[in-house]
């Protein structure tokens, strides 16, 4: 790799704690509507545009359910609980990499499988919009992650080369977009296996059990952000 011009960032579960949010999100709902539910069903949706959830949905649960109405209350839920919180919580040592990457000339981008109004208002009620150059949101895209368009689109219109930039992640799709882009993959884990799981009548038809097995490897990964600062000032001088 080259020097680092560009830090692409995904913005739910790797910015913000919205992870946890959703989560709960899809434990009401699944009560409501009977459905079985993993922290795997989560893995495997998270990182997708809307679009691209409810068609992954329909390969989980099958055709013969009503997974349209299922995600329209997981949305509907998540919004109760936004506006409850009112906050969508910085993950830890975001600040301190955002300030560090500035402060040597880096330019930033996010590029969020969520539509741009969504982005505008996480980053207007934490009060971080400033520190990026540039947003490319899911509905302006064609493609959902993991198809790198989202990845590419942000190195276009930054200006900055693929092998200059690195694409930071917490998600299977995520990962595996920036590699087919051919940028380098940082991956720090969103984790909500804390959090309980939930049996239901609508049972899942694909398994997951073997999902961390089939994901593409991050080139690096972290347990938190500011390990990722702590490690972009230690190689700032250096390829890799």
Known sequence: MNKIELLI??????????????YRAYLESAKKHDFEVTHNVYYYLTGRTEKG???HMEELYGN???????RDSINMFKDEILAHEK???KKKGLVDLLEFTKNNGIK??????SDREKVNYYLEIEGISE??????????VINSKPDPEIFLSACKKSEITCSNAIVLEDSAAGIEAAHSAG???????????????RKGHHKLKKDLSRLKEKKVPADYQFLDLLQVRDFLEKTKNTEF
């Not at 960032?9 to 959703?22: K, N, S, V």
């Not at 940028?183 to 799981?197: G, K, M, Q």
């Open 108 to 113: 930033i981008a996010i590029a969020s499988s």
């Open 87 to 89: 906050r969508v919580y």
């Open 9 to 22: 960032f995904d913005m739910d579960g790797l910015m913000f704690d919205t992870g946890r949010l959703a």
């Open 183 to 197: 940028i380098v993959s940082f991956l720090v884990e969103d984790d909500i296996t804390y959090l309980p799981t």
């Open 64 to 70: 013969d359910v009503s997974h349209d109405e299922w």
């Open 53 to 55: 959830i409810r068609q």
């Open 131 to 140: 520190y990026f150059d540039i947003i490319i949101a899911g509905d302006e």
